[in-house]
């Protein structure tokens, strides 16, 4: 039975243009009071101007009113994320989820491996409401930044050698990232959900698919670790998408050095700041952000529900 013809529900179905607005109001805020107006104005001014499709963005509507809304995006690596759903008070729940499962089938038909949603605390309830529908709640993200001028960019004090990245798909650099990804503190849950090809198209979306800021790590000869960053120019800042050790060569130190090359570069970028998200869980790294004056900025929690059965590889 379609759940159109259902005489209690209401009409699902991809948003119509006049039902942009509100769509995207009600999946960003939900029943929150806190909606994210100027996020929808920029979202809707990107969309006029080609940069974004609201392909994935449905509607639940009683006549010309939207009383619930979720977005799906398909984004480069496979994966798709989700904004909501939100949905008005008085109408029932099973409204969202009727959203949800379209959001889901969305994101398979557009070869989505995985499905994530990172929901802040003003919107708790769409959270709950991912979770009825086989959302898995992972953990808190802590997105973290550090303010150029309030933060001493030192040269690196070790002899580490950092390179640029010649090709991303190789799979030298495909081995090396899945080593550093081996042991992770850094939400394990997504340990073979991707193949890190994929994981590794999604950081080149990322980084406004340029490579100019990602870099290897060697050390006399050996290459230990990446470093992948990504300069938006626009907001000045400088993102730390990712950066691993393999296993050898962690509790040594390194991460310092690291962090000090990074927010060096951020430094030489002209950027007004550096930002990077940080499981919670992961107490050495938080102490290691925090030791170079990292403060948090928001904290979201973090949804998944896989597509696929997991691969051998890591995300």
Not at 49 to 74: P, Y
Request: aromatic fraction near 8%.
């Amino acid at each position: 039975m379609n759940p159109n013809d259902a005489p209690d529900h209401p009409e699902i179905g991809a948003a119509s243009p006049e039902h942009y607005g509100a769509a995207l109001w009600m999946a960003t805020g939900g029943r929150s009071r806190h909606a994210h107006r100027g996020r929808v104005t920029a979202l809707l001014a990107a969309e006029k101007q080609g940069k974004i499709s609201f392909d994935g963005l449905m509607t639940a509507t009683r006549g010309n009113r939207v009383v619930s809304s979720i977005w799906c995006l398909s984004q480069p690596g496979k994966i798709g994320t989700v904004w909501g759903p939100g949905i008005l008070s008085e109408e029932s729940d099973s409204t969202a989820d009727l959203l949800i499962q379209q959001a889901v089938q969305f994101a398979k038909h557009h070869d989505c491996h995985l499905l994530q949603s990172l929901v802040g605390p003003e919107n708790r309830p769409a959270g709950n409401l991912l979770a009825g529908c086989g959302f898995q709640s992972i953990t808190l993200l802590s997105h973290l930044e550090a303010l150029t001028e309030d933060v001493p960019a030192e040269p690196p004090h070790s002899d580490l050698q950092f390179r640029r990245c010649d090709d991303f798909q190789s799979e030298a650099f495909r081995n090396l990232v899945a080593q550093t990804y081996e042991n992770s503190l850094d939400c394990p849950e997504l340990d073979g959900m991707r193949d890190v090809a994929d994981v590794l198209e999604g950081y080149h979306a990322t980084s406004n698919k340029s490579t100019y800021n990602w870099y290897t790590l060697e050390n006399d000869g050996e290459m230990i670790g990446v470093v992948i960053t990504a300069h938006h120019a626009e907001p000045q800042q400088l993102e730390l998408i990712y950066f691993g050790l393999t296993p050898r060569y962690r509790q040594l130190g390194l991460g310092k050095e690291i962090l000090r090359f990074v927010l060096q570069l951020a430094q030489f970028l002209g950027c007004r700041s550096t930002i990077t998200g940080v499981d919670q869980r992961n107490t050495p790294a938080i102490a290691l952000y925090r030791r170079f004056g990292f403060e948090q900025a928001s904290v979201k929690e973090l949804f998944l529900l896989p597509l696929r059965l997991p691969n051998i590889a890591v995300a």
